[in-house]
T-cell receptor
Framework: QKEVEQNSGPLSVPEGAIASLNCTYS??????FFWYRQYSGKSPELIMF????GDKEDGRFTAQLNKASQYVSLLIRDSQPSDSATYLC???????????FGGGTRVLVKP | GAVVSQHPSRVICKSGTSVKIECRSL??????MFWYRQFPKKSLMLMAT?????????EQGVEKDKFLINHASLTLSTLTVTSAHPEDSSFYIC????????????FGPGTRLTVT
């Protein structure tokens, strides 16, 4: 079992719709959870972080964390073609400071 | 988000030579910086954790004598790829971690290394 798992996609979403991305992690003691967006040929860009159970909203993005079920999700509302990218889920395990990345989900927003 | 710079953005070198990549944290003093490598269509692979004023911590399988890391100040970490070979061609990305209570890491723009 991989430490952080994501569906590789591609997740195809019509423009204006909601894109829903999921990520599961294996270390129950994980404390910090991050979503990064990476465009092809570029480095990752931090878009959301969440530390507590529940929802956290920032603009069109909502991160949801459920520690009991060991998953974290990202919702992108009103998806735009510019949202087309690979979204990386990353986790910091208990008592650590290193990010463990999932393989990423490729999102395609079609006009 | 915070700004982290890397230099150079692209470098082509001949096999057997050494290449130095600089990573600077422009917004905050980073006691901890990280170096990653990413191959095409793959996720990021952590190479090492760079700690200001002390030796870097390398991940399993990463040769410390080949990938020299120096974190001489709170805003600068360097990665030197020594005796580069074509298989070292990759996208190298650094990140800086906000100090104290924050855990967020901000990535530099990356350096694309091509060894001929």
């Amino acid at each position: 079992q991989k430490e952080v798992e994501q569906n590789s996609g591609p997740l195809s979403v019509p423009e204006g719709a909601i894109a829903s991305l999921n990520c599961t992690y294996s270390d129950r003691g994980s404390q910090s959870f991050f979503w990064y967006r990476q465009y092809s040929g570029k480095s990752p860009e931090l878009i959301m972080f969440i530390y507590s159970n529940g929802d956290k909203e920032d603009g069109r993005f909502t991160a949801q964390l459920n520690k009991a079920s060991q998953y974290v999700s990202l919702l992108i509302r009103d998806s735009q073609p510019s949202d087309s990218a690979t979204y990386l889920c990353a986790v910091i395990k208990a008592a650590g400071n290193k990010l463990t990345f999932g393989g990423g989900t490729r999102v395609l927003v079609k006009p | 988000g915070a700004v982290v710079s890397q230099h150079p953005s692209r470098v082509i070198c001949k096999s057997g030579t050494s290449v130095k990549i600089e990573c600077r944290s422009l917004d905050f003093q980073a006691t901890t910086m990280f170096w990653y490598r990413q191959f095409p269509k793959k996720s990021l692979m952590l190479m090492a954790t760079s700690n200001e004023g002390s030796k870097a911590t390398y991940e399993q399988g990463v040769e410390k004598d080949k990938f020299l890391i120096n974190h001489a100040s709170l805003t600068l970490s360097t990665l030197t790829v020594t005796s580069a070979h074509p298989e070292d061609s990759s996208f190298y990305i650094c990140s800086a971690r906000r100090p104290l209570t924050s855990a967020e890491q901000y990535f530099g723009p990356g350096t694309r290394l091509t060894v001929t």
